[in-house]
């Protein structure tokens, strides 16, 4: 035991029938009066979540796991390399550190609506930095080659 335990507060028990008054409180909410009008406040009922949406013919209906896709796409890599690359129908993207490959190849079919053939994965080494007497590392990173089937294409270099 402790020097401080002393002061501690201890919990009184509380009896089923106090809970159970609390809980009914909870589920049923009274109007309340407000300088002469009137808020009705609403009774807080269990309602049944409602189903996932249905596709419609031809319409994409966003996944729930799209937005742990954002994370794990961080950018495509726009270099030389990579647009030679995109004759050959791969592409390449900055991915996160503890991404494999079934991750990415969710995340391009969720982000982008295509089937990936094959995942290549890079792990890139930071460069060493001098700058004077100062030296330093750049982080590592993760990179990912993504291949596709001849007929699909990602439109993720317009505008550059």
Known sequence: MGIFDRFLKKKQPEKKEVKEKKLK????AVPVE??????????????????????AKGKKVKKAGSEKSFQILIKPLIT????????????AFKVKKTANRIEV??????????????VNI????????????????KSNWKK???????KDKLEIYEGV
């Open 25 to 28: 409180a909870k589920k049923e």
């Open 34 to 55: 407000k300088q002469g009008e009137k808020y009705s406040t609403l009774k807080m009922k269990a309602e049944p979540q409602p189903e996932a949406p249905k596709a």
């Open 80 to 91: 030389e390399k990579a647009t030679n690359l995109v004759a050959l129908n791969k592409y």
């Open 105 to 118: 190849k969710k995340a391009i079919r969720d982000l982008y609506g295509v089937e990936p053939i094959k």
């Open 122 to 137: 890079i792990n890139e080494r930071g460069k060493r930095i001098i700058y004077g007497r100062v030296k330093g590392k």
């Open 144 to 150: 990912a080659i993504i291949t596709l089937n001849p």
